[in-house]
Every structure is written in structure tokens, then in C-alpha cells.
T-cell receptor, first 115, second 111 residues
Framework: GAGVSQTPSNKVTEKGKYVELRCDPI?????LYWYRQSLGQGPEFLIYFQGTGAADDSGLPNDRFFAVRPEGSVSTLKIQRTERGDSAVYLC?????????????FGPGTRLTVL | SQQGEEDPQALSIQEGENATMNCSYKTSINNLQWYRQNSGRGLVHLILIRSNEREKHSGRLRVTLDTSKKSSSLLITASRAADTASYFCATALQGAQKLVFGQGTRLTINP
């Protein structure tokens, strides 16, 4: 079956611009996660959705970052007033439950470059 | 912040040899998972070991977990060139729904 998909695969933007990154989870997966990975580092947690609600947004670095999942499926990560330090690969993952007991299936990521 | 520390940061071995990577963590966990990543993009889940398990096997992979030492190891036997990748351990913390990743081990298998 189809895995987690993310669009776009690459995004280049200018400092100060607004960007949206999209994640399509595996059908039927109720839990959705966003992570950010900088070069040479492991992924860092940003936000977790259980259904439509953000159950844990403790990893969002500041109020320029926001994510939604209005119908409990597709999610969009929104970044306002982008900064060069936001450049990273943004990874989305989904799992069949949010208990932490199950594996998370990752998408290919969106590589964001802020010039 | 990242909970896990992986050792070594980079490992280069000959094809056919075994590769061992280690991971240490700081707080109580529900389970520990190992992932592989090629070319800095999507991660592939390899194996999950629960906190009440000590050892788990999957094909050429063997994972151990020592909760008293807060450490885990991943052994890849009879390595192949296709095993070249970065390997990450990730802990699922008790009471939390997120994974906390280490910095990874870059494994290179030389033909």
C-alpha cells in the first residue's frame, strides 16, 4: 500500500517568506508526527497529532511554527517569516496508534532551504 | 534536546564483517527502536525492542537492551554494501508519544 508522502520534496524560499509543507499519512493511521532534521543530526520532534488535535506541540521552536490536521488525515506544517536557521529536512511520520508502542512510518521528507 | 548518544559516530568495515553500533539514553523508556536512513531522507524502521525485552532478532539484525545501564546495541551480521547508511536509535519515553533520536552512526561497508 501507499506509504507516507510529503510535498514538496524540496522547497527554496527567501528569508521572511511564508511556507507550507504537506504530509499525507498512511490511510487509517490516527497518529501523525512532524520532526525536523538538521545536517548531521538525528530528527528532532516538533509536534504530534492524535486525530485532529495537536496532543503535544512541545517541540515547536517558536510561534512562527504552526501545524494543522483539520480532518484527521492530511497535515500541513506552516512556517511564518522564515529564517535561515529554519533550513532543514522536515520529516512526517504516522502510526496506527499514538501510544508510542508502535513503529512510526516516515515519509521521504521536505528539504527546506531558506536563502 | 536529544536523549540518545550513539557510538561510534562513524564506522567503516569490509563487506562480510559484522557491524556493532551502541546507543545510550538517559530516562525511562517504553521501548527503543532502530531506524536506517539513506542519503539524509526518509527513515526506515528496522526493529523495536520493548523495555521488558533483552534481545531481539530480525534477519541479520540483533538488538540488545540493558535497561539497568540504559543502553542498547545493534549488530548487523555479514554486512553488505547495501547496508551503507546512517543508523539511529530512538527511544519512546514513558508517558510521551514522541520518539527521541540519537545523533546516529554513519556506517560504510567497503566492497
Amino acid at each position: 500500500g501507499a506509504g507516507v508522502s510529503q510535498t514538496p520534496s524540496n522547497k527554496v524560499t527567501e528569508k521572511g517568506k511564508y511556507v507550507e509543507l504537506r504530509c499525507d499519512p498512511i490511510s487509517g493511521h490516527t497518529a501523525l508526527y512532524w520532526y525536523r532534521q538538521s545536517l548531521g543530526q538525528g530528527p528532532e520532534f516538533l509536534i504530534y497529532f492524535q486525530g485532529t488535535g495537536a496532543a503535544d506541540d512541545s517541540g515547536l521552536p517558536n510561534d512562527r511554527f504552526f501545524a494543522v490536521r483539520p480532518e484527521g488525515s492530511v497535515s500541513t506544517l506552516k512556517i511564518q517569516r522564515t529564517e535561515r536557521g529554519d533550513s532543514a529536512v522536515y520529516l512526517c511520520a504516522s502510526s496506527s496508534s499514538g501510544t508510542g508502542f508502535n513503529e512510526q512510518f516516515f515519509g521521504p521528507g521536505t528539504r527546506l532551504t531558506v536563502l | 534536546s536529544q536523549q540518545g548518544e550513539e557510538d561510534p559516530q562513524a564506522l567503516s568495515i569490509q563487506e562480510g564483517e559484522n557491524a556493532t553500533m551502541n546507543c545510550s539514553y538517559k530516562t525511562s523508556i517504553n521501548n527503543l527502536q532502530w531506524y536506517r536512513q539513506n542519503s539524509g531522507r526518509g527513515l526506515v524502521h528496522l526493529i523495536l525492542i520493548r523495555s521488558n525485552e533483552r534481545e531481539k532478532h530480525s534477519g541479520r539484525l540483533r538488538v540488545t537492551l540493558d535497561t539497568s545501564k540504559k543502553s542498547s546495541s545493534l549488530l548487523i551480521t555479514a554486512s553488505r554494501a547495501a547496508d551503507t547508511a546512517s543508523y539511529f536509535c530512538a527511544t519512546a519515553l514513558q508517558g510521551a508519544q514522541k520518539l527521541v533520536f540519537g545523533q546516529g552512526t554513519r556506517l560504510t561497508i567497503n566492497p
